[in-house]
């Protein structure tokens, strides 16, 4: 996640000077929207699969719980809501104030000096990586540019140096631990990133889904729900030699299923005109 708020906050920059009467809609109003229409989408969903290990409000209290201090699976939303209107209020602040102050929240909490409900954790300490990527949009451009196959591999071994050095000492409870992982983690894909986009017929596909990732993101934790639901039954009375093949290829088979059935069902809301579900609706202030 690290990495799609530093990206987030670099999309953010041109809005980030405008009038509030201008990018409010945009960048506050739309994804607030879209967190509570599916918030409840997913609750009504997700009630016809109790089991289902995945956050899902069972009372009104734990609804609104949701909505406000611990965001349920759709949590990006309301963290690009809440981010923006924290960094757009806050604009006059001194910027390495701002970063410290993200720093130290991430650090505190990643350490478990706070109660963590649900993603109420990852709200918390990614507001440093979107500010990073608010701040910092032509470093981490000038980066991806620059990047080639050498200094890729170097930052991928340092990634893996980093991970594997917080496994081996469990040192991911020690304060500033995981901001720094994250750090060098961020770096790693916004260098890999471009090299694979470059890569003939990878980069076009890749952009494509990329281009459809708010109905995929809204859509698929029901449809995996459901999913589990219809399958556990059958796969369960699979032998266990059937399941251990079963496996290798489950992950894989059904991701893409899921994002089949993702852009299938955008597909068909949208041919019923149901744009409400993925838009804001209303005029657009220009």
Same mark, same amino acid.
């Given at each position: 996640? @690290?990495?799609?708020?530093?990206?987030?906050?670099?999309?953010?920059?041109?809005?980030?000077?405008?009038? +509030?009467?201008?990018?409010?809609?945009?960048?506050?109003?739309?994804? $607030?929207?879209?967190?509570?229409? +599916?918030?409840?989408?997913?609750?009504?969903?997700?009630?016809?699969?109790?089991?289902?290990? %995945?956050?899902?409000?069972?009372?009104?209290?734990?609804?609104?719980?949701?909505?406000?201090?611990?965001?349920?699976?759709?949590?990006?939303?309301?963290?690009?809501?809440?981010?923006? %209107?924290?960094?757009?209020?806050?604009?006059?602040?001194?910027?390495?104030?701002?970063?410290?102050?993200?720093?130290?929240?991430?650090?505190?909490?990643?350490?478990?000096?706070?109660?963590?409900?649900?993603?109420?954790?990852?709200?918390?300490?990614?507001?440093?990586?979107?500010?990073?990527?608010?701040?910092?949009?032509?470093?981490?451009?000038?980066?991806?540019?620059?990047?080639?196959?050498?200094?890729?591999?170097?930052? %991928?071994?340092?990634?893996?140096?980093?991970?594997?050095?917080?496994?081996? %000492?469990?040192?991911?409870?020690?304060?500033?631990? +995981?901001?720094?992982?994250?750090?060098?983690?961020?770096?790693?894909?916004?260098?890999?990133?471009? $090299?694979?986009?470059?890569?003939?017929?990878?980069?076009?596909?890749?952009?494509?889904?990329?281009?459809?990732?708010?109905?995929?993101?809204?859509?698929?934790?029901?449809?995996?729900?459901?999913?589990?639901?219809?399958?556990?039954? @059958?796969?369960?009375?699979?032998?266990?030699?059937?399941?251990?093949?079963?496996?290798?290829?489950?992950?894989?088979?059904?991701?893409?299923?899921?994002?089949?059935?993702?852009?299938?069902?955008?597909?068909?809301?949208?041919?019923?005109?149901?744009? +409400?579900?993925?838009?804001?609706?209303?005029?657009?202030?220009?």
């Amino acid at each position: 996640m @690290p990495l799609f708020f530093t990206i987030s906050g670099m999309f953010a920059t041109g809005a980030f000077q405008r009038p +509030w009467r201008v990018v409010a809609r945009s960048r506050v109003a739309k994804f $607030l929207y879209l967190y509570v229409l +599916w918030d409840c989408v997913h609750t009504a969903l997700l009630a016809l699969v109790p089991g289902f290990d %995945t956050a899902s409000a069972g009372s009104p209290a734990e609804f609104i719980e949701q909505l406000t201090i611990s965001p349920p699976n759709l949590w990006y939303l309301y963290a690009l809501a809440l981010y923006f %209107t924290v960094a757009r209020a806050l604009r006059r602040v001194p910027k390495p104030v701002m970063l410290g102050a993200a720093l130290i929240l991430s650090a505190v909490v990643a350490a478990g000096y706070v109660p963590i409900e649900a993603n109420r954790g990852s709200l918390l300490q990614n507001l440093l990586f979107f500010l990073a990527g608010l701040y910092f949009r032509p470093y981490v451009e000038r980066l991806a540019d620059t990047t080639g196959p050498r200094r890729a591999v170097l930052i %991928t071994a340092g990634y893996g140096v980093a991970v594997l050095a917080l496994l081996a %000492t469990g040192a991911q409870r020690f304060p500033g631990a +995981w901001p720094a992982v994250c750090v060098v983690a961020t770096l790693f894909g916004v260098s890999a990133g471009p $090299l694979v986009a470059s890569v003939r017929g990878l980069g076009d596909g890749l952009a494509w889904l990329g281009r459809r990732t708010l109905p995929i993101y809204v859509i698929h934790m029901p449809v995996l729900a459901l999913l589990h639901k219809a399958l556990i039954g @059958p796969l369960s009375r699979v032998g266990a030699l059937g399941q251990y093949a079963f496996v290798f290829v489950y992950p894989a088979v059904m991701t893409a299923l899921i994002v089949a059935l993702c852009l299938l069902a955008e597909s068909l809301l949208l041919k019923a005109r149901a744009t +409400w579900l993925f838009e804001l609706p209303g005029r657009r202030i220009k």
